[in-house]
């Protein structure tokens, strides 16, 4: 089992930066895509990036050229560089570990609990 906390979240004026963290910890039994996903008030939860463990990198095109995922992998921790907010990007961030290599590790999914951002106009 994995337990995934993130951080980093807060108030920021349109136009600023924030930069979100996910810590993994527990069992590793597998390889981990790593990825971020947000949810705004009456809205369904959103894809925003994912980190492929070959390191290969996707975004969601509504974030693309202003977010930037990466991973230390002796931190065991995945980041979320965001850059040039927008009030539209105000929503709880979500980490979510998928699990690869195998039909057991294809079916392992995990969450953490969410860190909020808020971006004022």
């Known amino acids: 089992r994995l337990q995934l906390v993130e951080s980093g979240g807060g108030s920021v004026q349109a136009g600023g930066s924030l930069r979100l963290s996910c810590v993994a910890s527990?069992?590793?039994?597998?390889?981990?895509?790593m990825s971020w996903y947000r949810q705004s008030p009456g809205n369904e939860r959103e894809f925003v990036s994912i980190?492929?463990?070959?390191?290969?990198?996707r975004y969601a095109d509504s974030v693309r050229g202003r977010f930037t995922i990466s991973h230390d992998n002796a931190k065991k921790t995945v980041y979320l560089q965001m850059n040039s907010l927008k009030p539209e990007d105000t929503a709880m961030y979500y980490c979510?570990?998928?699990?690869?290599?195998?039909?057991?590790?294809?079916?392992?999914?995990?969450w953490g609990q969410g860190t909020l951002v808020t971006v004022v106009s």
């Open positions: 980190i492929h463990t070959n390191s290969s990198t």
């Open positions: 527990g069992v590793f039994g597998c390889w981990y895509d």
């Open positions: 979510k570990a998928s699990g690869r290599g195998s039909t057991v590790c294809d079916s392992e999914a995990w």
